[in-house]
């Protein structure tokens, strides 16, 4: 398993836009498919957007607005969030699985950060 650490997140106004980080650890960093999830409060945690293989899936909430890249050389993931809106406010995870396939089951994912918060204020 990887050890992944989430930054980035914090308060924005509604249009405005942040970039999420996540660092991972080990070396076979390039061979993990990686997610991004939210959670908000009294709701289940949600997929939002993974890359895996060179492919990736978006959620319908976030897709045009939202963006996944990864660097395998600083073992890194990343989610661009343009033009923000207040149901985008929640704790965002960063998630890995080891293998080929895309997915957007959280259960399909073995390891997961500690989560960074996102706000975005009206």
């Known amino acids: 398993q990887v050890q992944l650490v989430e930054s980035g997140g914090g308060l924005v106004q509604a249009g405005g836009s942040l970039r999420l980080s996540c660092a991972a650890s080990?070396?076979?960093?390039?061979?993990?498919?990686m997610g991004w999830f939210r959670q908000a409060p009294g709701k289940e945690r949600e997929f939002v957007a993974t890359?895996?293989?060179?492919?990736?899936y978006y959620a319908d909430s976030v897709k045009g607005r939202f963006t996944i890249s990864r660097d395998n050389s600083k073992n890194t993931v990343y989610l661009q969030m343009n033009s923000l809106k207040p149901e985008d406010t929640a704790v965002y995870y960063c998630?890995?699985?080891?293998?080929?396939?895309?997915?957007?089951?959280?259960?399909?994912?073995?390891?997961w950060g500690q989560g960074t918060q996102v706000t975005v204020s009206s």
């Open positions: 998630a890995a699985r080891y293998g080929p396939g895309i997915t957007a089951e959280t259960t399909d994912f073995s390891s």
């Open positions: 080990g070396r076979t960093f390039s061979r993990y498919g």
């Open positions: 890359w895996s293989g060179g492919n990736t």
